[in-house]
């Protein structure tokens, strides 16, 4: 159970010194070091896809059409059971720091400065949290100040690029720019986690649903008020960005965050109709047009890898933010969706390519968390000495499994933390080996399941095994007291709502 399959580790194979005769689409020589693609989409959910990432194909599977995903999973290794952060800015701060949401306490999703998203609770009052993000600048109030992975990489000779979302900062703060985080360029990056539309006839805007302008997303200007899908404009710009790169004869970073498929949910036109004439409805057919067209965006990419003659000498890394939204189809058998503390809030679609080193066609079984990537990049762009600010990195490096190798990870704890009150009441989580808990503040209540007999989390097992139930419970609160984690307390007594390993729940 858990286990590797089918993997045979070799060593990394780089490009040819080919020089480009009269042909500039031949491959250009490149340094030995990867170049690193890592595209990451928003808010798409683990059977979101026509890959299956579950031991038999689903009705989700059937329904969507992500053919260069499957080709992706083809020439590399498919992961089942890598998880994010149930929500947008703790993700992409985990991703950028190797940190724990736990631990940098940018919690909940950030936007304008000093305002939070939470609702107000009737019983409980929340914690102060990172309301503002990351900052790579000291001193900036609510943030956590960290050092960024694409600064790292910067100064191990990458070219870092920019494409899409960012979200790691709030307005008016130096971490909602990339260029302020280590990028050397920046396409469409700034505070909102979501476009104003999708549509260039409407300029990427948000003014003609007569909503915030904050939610515009910038530097597109050469596209304004032209019938193209956002998800292709950014495309065409990170192709771009490849071949500039390219030219530089340096290894690059090209981090592609699409907005898709976040809402606003508009339909695709490339990919509408299709999916209406098989009888879905308006809002499925729009959906599954995102979908395709994320899909695309991937095999253009993958296919400008290709052309530019540096695919031996490519990572490239598939990876959600966290599950779908509850408006959209429930990811069965998962339970839950975007926020929730279930699978079907944290587990994502993850696949990754690394020539010379992946097996092409393999599946990993052992689980990761998202903290894990900030390891894993510099540790494939071959950088070895590296220290983040406050000394403390939550993230390992998976890249023994892209060996091949097994690294008794189903061992290891992953805790979520979300003292919030946002779509969920206020929560943290803790799963180690086969067992995951489930800790609810405001009613001290505990829930235990058994993820690999149960991945629908259906059996809540706290009451027939109170001895796991408490053992997680211990582990959860010295997690959280020793990470300063933020918690809730009760309006009507001032009082901390308990920690898990206090619950009077706990038998």
């Known amino acids: 159970m858990n286990r590797i399959i089918n993997f045979a580790g070799t060593g990394l194979m780089t490009t040819a010194a080919l020089m480009a005769i ?30 299956p990432f579950w031991d038999k194909r ?14 992706l999973a083809s020439q590399g290794v498919k992961f089942t059971q890598a998880y994010a952060c149930p929500l947008s800015s703790p993700t992409r701060i985990s991703l950028m720091t ?6 940098h306490h940018v919690t909940n999703w950030t936007l304008r400065k000093n305002i ?25 109030e609510g943030t956590l100040y960290a050092k960024a992975l694409p600064m790292f990489l910067k100064e191990n000779g990458y070219t870092t690029i920019h494409v899409g979302k960012a979200h790691w900062g709030a307005k008016g703060t130096p971490g909602e720019d990339p260029l302020n985080l280590g990028f050397d360029v920046n396409i ?23 909503e915030d302008r904050i939610w515009d997303v910038p530097g597109l200007e050469k596209y304004h008020g032209k019938d193209i899908f956002l998800t292709e404009a950014l495309t065409i710009e990170a192709k771009d960005q490849m071949d500039k790169a390219v030219a530089l004869k340096k290894p690059f970073y090209l981090y592609m965050a699409n907005y898709a498929i976040h809402a606003p949910w508009e339909k695709d036109e490339r990919f509408y109709q299709k999916y209406k004439d098989r009888g879905l409805t308006d809002f499925e057919a729009t959906y599954a047009s995102m979908i395709e067209g994320m899909d695309k965006s991937l095999g253009d990419i993958m296919a400008k890898v290709k052309e530019l003659g540096i695919e031996k000498n490519t990572v490239i890394i598939f990876m959600s933010d966290n599950g779908s939204p509850q408006q959209c189809p429930r990811n069965f058998p998962l339970r839950g969706c975007k926020i929730s503390p279930y699978e079907g809030g944290i587990r994502d679609p993850m696949i990754v390519k690394w020539p010379g080193v992946t097996t092409a ?36 490096s998976f890249v023994p499994m892209l060996k091949g190798e097994i690294t008794g990870s189903q061992n290891r704890q992953f805790v979520w933390h979300f003292p919030h009150n946002y779509s969920f009441e ?6 180690e ?4 808990l489930v800790y609810w503040y405001r009613e001290s209540k505990l829930e235990l399941y058994n993820i690999p007999q149960d991945i629908s989390e259906a059996n809540d097992l706290s009451k027939t095994n109170p001895s796991k139930t408490k053992d997680l419970a211990k582990k959860l609160g010295d997690y959280l007291r020793v990470n300063q984690s933020g918690r809730p307390s009760y309006k009507a007594t001032g009082k901390p709502c308990f920690w898990p390993d206090e619950s009077p729940n706990l038998k």
């Open 22 to 51: 009269g042909n500039p689409k031949m491959a250009i020589p490149q340094a030995e070091k990867p170049n690193i693609i890592f595209f990451l989409v928003d808010d798409m959910g683990w059977q979101e896809t026509s890959v």
């Open 58 to 71: 689903t009705m989700l599977n059937d329904r969507y059409f992500t053919p260069n995903m499957e080709i």
């Open 98 to 103: 190797g940190l724990n949401s736990a631990r």
């Open 116 to 140: 939070s998203p939470d609702i107000p609770h009737k019983e409980l009052d929340l914690p102060k949290w990172n309301i503002n993000g990351m900052s790579p600048v000291k001193g900036v």
């Open 188 to 210: 469409a990056g700034h505070a909102a986690g979501g476009p104003g539309s999708y549509y260039g006839k409407y300029n990427f805007s948000a003014e003609w649903r007569h």
């Open 361 to 396: 066609g393999t599946i990993c079984n052992e689980p990761l968390i998202i903290e894990d990537f900030f390891p894993s990049l510099l540790e494939i762009a071959g950088i070895k000495k590296y220290a983040q600010i406050g000394g403390k990195i939550d993230g390992k």
């Open 426 to 431: 206020p929560y943290s989580v803790i799963r």
């Open 433 to 436: 080996g086969d067992w995951k």
